[in-house]
């Protein structure tokens, strides 16, 4: 079924699609409010991460590498 998306600032505007929706036969669902934990930015969704997630088993393969975010870029993200 084909979607739509409609932004608007008026609360009138909301009714008066909930009266066209009964003649024209659309459904109209709105966003799960309390939800922190999606935001939205550029049409990109980010989702926070899980703070419970334990990390500590990764310190023994990362420690003393001298690794930094530069050199990651340098040899993992290069164009082929």
């Known amino acids: 079924m084909p979607e739509v998306v409609i932004k608007y600032k008026n609360v009138k505007t909301l009714e008066l699609l909930k009266d066209l929706s009964k003649y024209f036969d659309f459904i109209l669902s709105t966003p799960k409010s309390g939800n922190k934990?999606?935001?939205?930015?550029?049409?990109?969704?980010?989702?926070?991460a899980d703070p419970n997630i334990d990390i500590?088993?990764?310190?023994?393969?990362?420690?003393?590498?001298?690794?930094?975010?530069?050199?990651?870029?340098i040899k993992a993200w290069q164009r082929k």
């Not at 930015?41 to 980010?46: A, L, Y």
């Not at 500590?56 to 870029?73: P, T, V």
């Open 37 to 48: 934990k999606e935001i939205s930015i550029n049409g990109v969704t980010m989702i926070s």
């Open 56 to 73: 500590s088993d990764l310190s023994a393969i990362f420690s003393g590498k001298n690794i930094d975010a530069e050199s990651l870029r």
